[in-house]
């Protein structure tokens, strides 16, 4: 044997865990301070996935005790459905053990490593074992278990297992479903922007329907930190759906491995029960490109064929994927959990479409607020998140922060030396990923990966969100100045009449249309308020005309427009310009009048409406609205037919595609018979700003 050569006979396999157990950093336990906030994080990730999926509003409750020296103990409780008891070894006990992996749609965790590496490193650095106590509804006790790792094998060690009732600690009541986590390990609590007080706040911003409650003790049971937040909206996110692979995702050893796997007795049934985005025609285009006869058996293509299909995968119209995998936080709920989380004067959101990039959905959240008590001398305060979980570190490195660098804040009134980097003053950012597969730049998850596309598309939302807030600052601005002036001229001006007249001896002169003169201003006025009896959001928009000559606009305004929001009563009706835009000619407004524009609002609840954009078309400026952009516009409504076609097509394809596959089966197995297959080749192409179909 060759000097230098490891010989064969001390090669051995490495079990998993023992892999993690000597690279604990992978799993985010490289540091005493970071050790808890990891174990903190993966028990409330793994808590909201499973009230989700069992749509129960989660409550989930968190406590931190200081033992001696560098140890802590680390109690986490939820309100799930809890674990049976068949499964829970699997659970806290197996690492890569997961039902999320091999799914594609948007979940918080997909490896299946996270709350088994609590209980590895808890066992690793304190030698102590994790108290499991779960309680599934409809058992008559709760179970209570001890769990160890054995890491050469990869399961769990348990002991002391028994079956007893689960009385809480807080309420005294006995529990009926849910799950407590037990643990001790070496870890340091810390205050401050890297803190498990911080992470559970950013948390409950991009989960408004969880209620999350924090207690820390010192070593003598004194509390030294706490935090609660309560749940703002009842609404649980919508269920996501599971769906294909898309081909412009898919690299070569996939493809094999699916064709080896296949059931399906032609490639054209193939490429349309195993991808998204795959209709009859483009399967037979994909096969005709590749020069591979559509009859043929998935399990008897060659790796040499194999690339031709994965190549014209490339040259083939596709449709996008359907984006339902997606759950977004939506505008309201953005605003909403940033105003209770953050004390401010203004905000502004915006939840972008769903776009794909590499055959993988994704969608682009973007929140900012504005004044109040945040600091106006310090960077701005920057909240990432990827599928709803905070990411605590490594904001330098990750994409969401390159993304807000590259974007000039002094065009939108926040300071920024240099032109580039993070800006300064009284905001905060929270900018929010959510996929079906976030590229991270480790296994910790602490920032994302450089994608060009997703780059760019939260500059697009950075961008909206900066015109917002541009659009504030002016219409603050104008409406401060106008004030004065019109308070000035309303106040001085009928006084000196007064005074005049009387030392004159004459009546007082009519001032309106002089004051109208000096004003020479339009005026917008917008008022959101609450009708209690009919449980309606209301919008009153003034327009007042203190000009010379009289005027004619169309008023536009942005409104929460989804699937449970609707307009009840819109009297001067109008007419609907985009998603979520409304438009109203006032087609003569007279010097010196003005003219309201009221409607109300369903689906809503008192305070969820707080405020509103306000733009007009039509000659002048109006103080308090902003001259719509009518290229930006159109961008929305392309956008918006765009899917709605996509849309379209695939309901079509989803009746007609079977019965054509059908057809051909019964043509193949009677080849005698003289009927024509169903072609819906012709039905289904829309053209695609993306380069899909």
């Known amino acids: 044997m060759s000097e230098g050569k490891p010989s064969t006979g ?189 992470y559970l706040r950013m948390t409950s911003i991009v989960n408004p329907h969880a209620t999350i409650t924090l207690t820390v003790r010192d070593r003598d049971g004194g509390i030294i930190d706490a935090g609660h937040w309560p749940r703002t909206t009842d609404n649980l996110p919508r269920v996501v759906t599971e769906i294909k692979p898309h081909p412009h995702g898919i690299h070569l050893g996939t493809l094999q491995r699916m064709l080896r796997e296949a059931e399906e007795r032609k490639m054209t049934s193939f490429l349309r029960h195993n991808f998204s985005g795959v209709s009859m025609r483009a399967a037979r285009e994909i096969l005709e490109k590749a020069g591979l006869d559509e009859s043929r058996q998935p399990r008897r293509i060659r790796a040499e064929e194999a690339q031709l299909i994965l190549d014209c995968f490339q040259k083939v119209k596709l449709l996008n994927p359907p984006t339902d995998c997606l759950s977004p936080i939506k505008d309201l709920l953005i605003k909403k959990s940033l105003s209770k989380a953050i004390d401010s004067r203004f905000a502004s959101t915006v939840t972008r479409d769903p776009q794909v990039t590499q055959g993988n959905p994704f969608q682009v959240e973007i929140g900012l607020v504005f004044g109040g008590d945040l600091a106006a001398d310090s960077p701005i305060e920057i909240l990432r998140f990827a599928n709803r979980v905070p990411l605590m570190y490594q904001q330098g490195g990750c994409l969401l922060t390159k993304a807000l660098e590259s974007i000039d804040w002094k065009r939108y009134g926040l300071e920024q030396p240099g032109g580039r980097g993070i800006p300064k003053g009284p905001a905060a950012v929270l900018i929010h990923l959510a996929s079906t597969n976030v590229q991270f730049t480790s296994e910790a998850k602490e920032a994302v990966a450089v994608n060009e596309e997703v780059l760019e598309e939260i500059r697009r939302a950075l961008l909206e969100v900066g015109r917002g807030l541009k659009n504030h600052l002016k219409k603050s601005s104008q409406r401060k100045k106008a004030q004065e002036k019109f308070e000035l001229i309303n106040v001085i001006l009928p006084e000196i009449s007064r005074k005049s007249s009387q ?166 197995d009677d080849p005698e018979q003289e009927s024509t297959p169903v072609d819906p080749g012709s039905l289904d192409w829309v053209p695609n700003q993306e380069g899909g179909e």
């Open 10 to 198: 001390k090669q051995r396999q490495i079990a998993i865990s023992e892999f993690f157990e000597k690279n604990k950093h992978f799993l985010g336990f490289d540091s005493l301070h970071r050790a808890i906030i990891t174990a903190v994080k993966e028990s409330v990730d793994n808590s909201l996935d499973a009230c989700e999926e069992e749509r129960i509003l989660p409550e989930i409750r968190i406590e931190v005790s200081r033992l001696k020296g560098d140890r802590i103990e680390l109690i986490a409780q939820d309100n799930g459905p809890g674990i049976p008891r068949s499964s829970i070894e699997h659970v806290f006990g197996k690492f890569l053990l997961g039902s999320r992996f091999h799914a594609i749609r948007q979940t918080r965790g997909q490896q299946g490593i996270g709350i088994t590496g609590v209980v590895m490193y808890s066992q690793l650095t304190t030698g102590a074992k994790t108290r499991v106590v779960s309680k599934v509804e409809g058992d008559s006790s709760a179970v209570f278990v001890d769990l160890g790792i054995d890491t050469k094998k990869n399961r769990a060690i348990k002991s002391g297992e028994i079956r007893d009732i689960w009385i809480d600690d807080v309420t005294g009541e006995e529990v009926s479903h849910g799950l407590r986590l037990q643990t001790v390990m070496n870890a340091k609590y810390q205050r401050g922007r890297q803190s498990v007080h911080q």
């Open 503 to 668: 030392l004159l001896n004459r009546e007082e002169p009519n001032l309106a249309p002089i004051i109208t003169q000096i004003m020479n201003a339009v005026f917008c006025e917008e008022e959101l308020g609450w009708d209690k009896e009919r449980g309606l959001a209301t919008c009153d928009i003034t327009v007042l005309n203190y000009t010379a000559r009289a005027r004619a606009y169309t008023i536009l305004a942005k409104w929460p427009e989804s699937d449970y929001v609707a307009m009840e009563n819109n009297p001067l009706g109008g007419r609907k310009e985009a998603h979520g835009l409304w438009a109203w000619r006032l087609d003569t407004l007279n010097p010196g009048t003005s003219a309201t524009i009221s409607f109300s609002l369903s689906g809503l609840s008192k305070g969820q409406w707080s405020d509103t954009d306000i733009f007009f078309r039509g000659n002048g400026d109006i103080i308090g609205a902003t001259k719509i952009d009518e290229k930006l516009l159109e961008e929305m409504r392309n956008r918006e037919a765009l899917s709605a076609a996509e849309e379209e097509v695939r309901k079509a394809e989803s009746g007609i595609g079977p019965l054509a596959e059908r057809a051909e089966e019964n043509l193949r």
